[in-house]
């Protein structure tokens, strides 16, 4: 492979990955911690923070904790898992938007393959040539 190729590929990649994190973050930032932290004042309890799921840990997760968990602290201090769908209050979870955010493997995939376009779009434009 030419130097240019792997220059296009690293800045797809990284581009990639920056959107993922953000779309992340959004995700995060917007939904899963202000419901975690009203379900955990509704309880009594104090919101610790937001659990992933570990997709290499994935055998058979139930659809109840594929969106990850929030962490809790009970009055006595101990620490408590509670699934996103308990507390969003709803049988289907969060929102789909949300529930594709927080699928990060969807997003980087969705992300890499549009930078990838776009920028051969881009060379096609100013070059007059199909990127290769």
Not at 53 to 71: I, M, N, P
């Amino acid at each position: 492979m030419k130097p240019r190729h792997w220059i296009n590929l690293i800045v797809v990649g990284l581009t990639a990955g920056m959107l993922t994190f953000l779309v992340l973050r959004w995700a995060i930032s917007s939904y899963v911690e202000p419901t975690c932290r009203s379900y955990a004042e509704s309880k009594g309890m104090t919101y610790v923070g937001y659990i992933p799921t570990d997709s290499s840990q994935d055998t058979g997760v139930s659809h109840l904790s594929r969106d990850g968990s929030c962490q809790l602290r009970a009055s006595n201090g101990e620490l408590q898992s509670i699934s996103l769908v308990t507390a969003s209050g709803k049988d289907f979870g969060p929102p789909i938007l949300i529930h594709f955010a927080l699928g990060w493997e969807f997003v980087f995939l969705a992300s890499f393959i549009g930078v990838a376009l776009i920028l051969a779009m881009i060379i096609r434009v100013f070059t007059g040539r199909p990127a290769s």
